[in-house]
């Protein structure tokens, strides 16, 4: 890890990348995915997305990806394996093995279960317990059949009311071209939501992106 220049805890990005959602890294070279902004808040102590370090993506590539989460809040023993059923969403499956039978099955398996707190655990919907580790899915941050397209969910945004405008780039950036405004209330279909940023819709075609940090879902 110290190679990469990432410690136990860090939350990275590659930005601009194909993939610029937000990871959790451990020690031994695992990162966990934050499936939407929704569970990314319910860990105020990582600072919110301002504290996300931008990582490259060969970097957040050699670590690998696990979906396995234990509830370290209430100190409970049970490992969950998830299921990503869409863009933003997943079940959480008990995964019902003795330790011994898990790290016959995966040497590594207890190095790629992250804490999770209770409001996450509580957020998740729970499917039948996993009898094997070899149960578990590859997690990845959608589930498309083979050779279909990423299915795109979209959301309504709303302008809070506290601003007199909200200022519309060409990109999730303060750096990027300001190509419109909108008004306090106003309310936007939104179809991405990265670092912070959401890419809203206007007449139903592309406008540009917004600052999440005055937009409220709805």
Request: net charge positive.
């Amino acid at each position: 890890m110290s190679a990469l220049s990432l410690k136990e805890g860090d939350v990275i990005s590659a930005a601009g990348s194909s993939d610029p959602d937000v990871y959790i890294v451990n020690t031994w070279g695992y990162k966990r995915l934050f499936l939407n902004p929704v569970i990314f808040e319910f860990y105020g102590h990582l600072g919110g997305f301002n504290k996300v370090k931008t990582t490259l993506a060969p970097i957040r590539d050699t670590l690998v990806t696990s979906g396995l989460f234990r509830n370290c809040e209430t100190n409970d023993e049970k490992v969950y394996g998830i299921e990503t059923t869409g863009e933003d969403t997943g079940i959480l499956h008990w995964v019902n093995t003795t330790g011994a039978q898990a790290v016959a099955d995966d040497s590594n398996f207890f190095k790629k279960v992250f804490c999770i707190n209770s409001k996450e655990f509580g957020w998740y919907k729970q499917g039948a317990p996993y009898s094997s580790v070899n149960q578990i899915p590859l997690y990845t941050r959608t589930t498309p059949a083979s050779g279909s397209p990423v299915p795109v969910v979209l959301k309504k945004v709303k302008v809070i009311s506290t601003v007199p405008w909200l200022n519309v780039r060409d990109g999730g950036s303060l750096s990027a071209k300001v190509i419109g405004q909108v008004l306090p209330n106003q309310e936007f279909d939104s179809s991405v939501f990265i670092n912070g940023w959401y890419k809203i819709k206007k007449d139903g075609k592309d406008f540009g992106w917004v600052y999440g940090e005055y937009v409220k879902k709805i």
